[in-house]
């Protein structure tokens, strides 16, 4: 960690975030690419995208925009499972991260529900080792007055809750006022960090954990677990609702409450259905292992390509 990076060195930076907290925005604007924005609370990046390498200050810099963990079409599960491959396939092309960048609305008069399941997921991303090279970056200043905007960015710096453990740990925090000067000089705060390895990526390559057992993993089942039991709940006093107005013999309310009652079989499908992908997703391959000991085995037997040979005995 304590090496110099030369100019050289490529430096790769990801951007995290709430859908609508202006990741895609923040990236167009540095680097000078079009990547589709999302003109309200609906999501455009349902995958991993690259933003076209530019220089800054000697370095060429590629920064990463990720889907929020609040996505309108994906779950949550498959959000984890997008952004695991994602970083696990790039620890295994020997690239690192330079920085991380946790994008947060300061007009959000908090940070709550799907914004804290967002910040939680990128701690548990990067873990303690890797907030050093981690910025947090409000944005929408001008968009509130600066009284209140400093006063909800003093809690988020001094309170348990929100942002002040990954600050302790290293972490940066920084103000973006929308200018193409700001979000570089933001950048500049990280690209002559050091590359680092993220939590996930040591906890799942390293350390061989299935993804269920990652913090991230863990964390994400323990919300299902909570809204399961949540589910249960609503489901049995929505049964006592139906029963009371088949009673009574109301069939309008029989009716509205049996559509809610198919909202809720619905939502519950599909936390079982992210449970699964979570639980049942395979564990994790290094082909850049088997590439390596497949080009030395062919170089020594002057054997071209992969032909006679078999991956399933390599790990």
Same mark, same amino acid.
């Given at each position: 960690?304590?090496?110099?990076?030369?100019?050289?060195?490529?430096?790769?930076? =990801?951007? =995290?975030?709430?859908?609508?907290?202006?990741?895609?925005?923040?990236?167009?604007?540095?680097?000078?690419?079009?990547?589709?924005?999302?003109?309200?609370?609906?999501?455009?990046?349902?995958?991993?995208?690259?933003?076209? %390498?530019?220089?800054?200050?000697?370095?060429?810099?590629?920064?990463?925009?990720? %889907?929020?963990?609040?996505?309108?079409?994906?779950?949550?599960?498959?959000?984890?499972?997008?952004?695991?491959?994602?970083?696990?396939?790039?620890?295994?092309?020997?690239?690192?991260?330079?920085?991380?960048?946790?994008?947060?609305?300061?007009?959000?008069?908090?940070?709550?529900?799907?914004?804290?399941?967002?910040?939680?997921?990128?701690?548990?991303?990067?873990?303690?080792?890797?907030?050093?090279?981690?910025?947090?970056?409000?944005?929408?200043?001008?968009?509130?007055?600066?009284?209140?905007?400093?006063?909800?960015?003093?809690?988020?710096?001094?309170?348990?809750?929100?942002?002040?453990?990954?600050?302790?740990?290293?972490?940066?925090?920084?103000?973006?006022?929308?200018?193409?000067?700001?979000?570089?000089?933001?950048?500049?705060?990280? $690209?002559?960090?050091?590359?680092?390895?993220?939590?996930?990526?040591?906890? $799942?390559?390293?350390?061989?954990?299935?993804?269920?057992?990652?913090?991230?993993?863990?964390?994400?089942?323990?919300?299902?677990?909570?809204?399961?039991?949540?589910?249960?709940?609503?489901?049995?006093?929505?049964?006592?609702?139906?029963?009371?107005?088949?009673?009574?013999?109301?069939?309008?309310?029989?009716?509205?409450?049996?559509?809610?009652?198919?909202?809720?079989?619905?939502?519950?499908?599909?936390?079982?259905?992210?449970?699964?992908?979570?639980?049942?997703? %395979?564990?994790?391959?290094?082909?850049? $292992?088997?590439?390596?000991?497949?080009?030395?085995?062919?170089? $020594?037997?002057?054997?071209?390509?992969?032909?006679?040979?078999?991956?399933?005995?390599?790990?």
């Amino acid at each position: 960690m304590g090496k110099i990076r030369t100019s050289e060195a490529p430096v790769n930076i =990801m951007v =995290m975030g709430s859908t609508g907290a202006g990741k895609t925005s923040f990236i167009n604007l540095a680097s000078g690419s079009e990547l589709r924005t999302s003109s309200g609370l609906e999501s455009c990046t349902e995958q991993i995208q690259l933003a076209s %390498p530019f220089t800054l200050d000697g370095h060429s810099v590629t920064l990463v925009d990720t %889907p929020g963990f609040d996505d309108t079409t994906k779950s949550d599960s498959e959000i984890l499972t997008i952004i695991t491959d994602y970083v696990l396939s790039e620890y295994d092309k020997g690239n690192r991260f330079t920085g991380v960048i946790y994008l947060h609305r300061i007009t959000d008069n908090r940070l709550g529900g799907a914004a804290l399941r967002n910040f939680r997921f990128f701690c548990q991303l990067c873990g303690n080792d890797a907030l050093p090279n981690s910025a947090l970056v409000t944005n929408m200043w001008n968009s509130i007055s600066l009284e209140i905007a400093e006063a909800r960015e003093s809690e988020l710096k001094q309170k348990d809750i929100f942002f002040k453990p990954a600050l302790d740990a290293g972490a940066k925090l920084l103000r973006h006022d929308g200018t193409v000067e700001s979000a570089h000089a933001i950048l500049r705060q990280l $690209i002559t960090n050091p590359p680092c390895t993220l939590l996930l990526q040591r906890e $799942i390559i390293e350390e061989r954990k299935h993804i269920s057992e990652t913090a991230a993993g863990v964390a994400l089942l323990g919300e299902l677990a909570l809204a399961e039991q949540k589910f249960r709940e609503q489901m049995r006093e929505l049964l006592k609702e139906i029963d009371e107005a088949i009673k009574q013999n109301d069939e309008a309310d029989r009716l509205e409450l049996e559509e809610n009652r198919r909202r809720l079989e619905a939502q519950h499908a599909r936390r079982e259905e992210a449970e699964r992908t979570i639980k049942e997703a %395979p564990m994790y391959k290094r082909p850049t $292992i088997w590439r390596k000991l497949r080009d030395i085995i062919s170089s $020594i037997l002057c054997i071209p390509g992969r032909r006679g040979l078999t991956q399933t005995s390599i790990v």
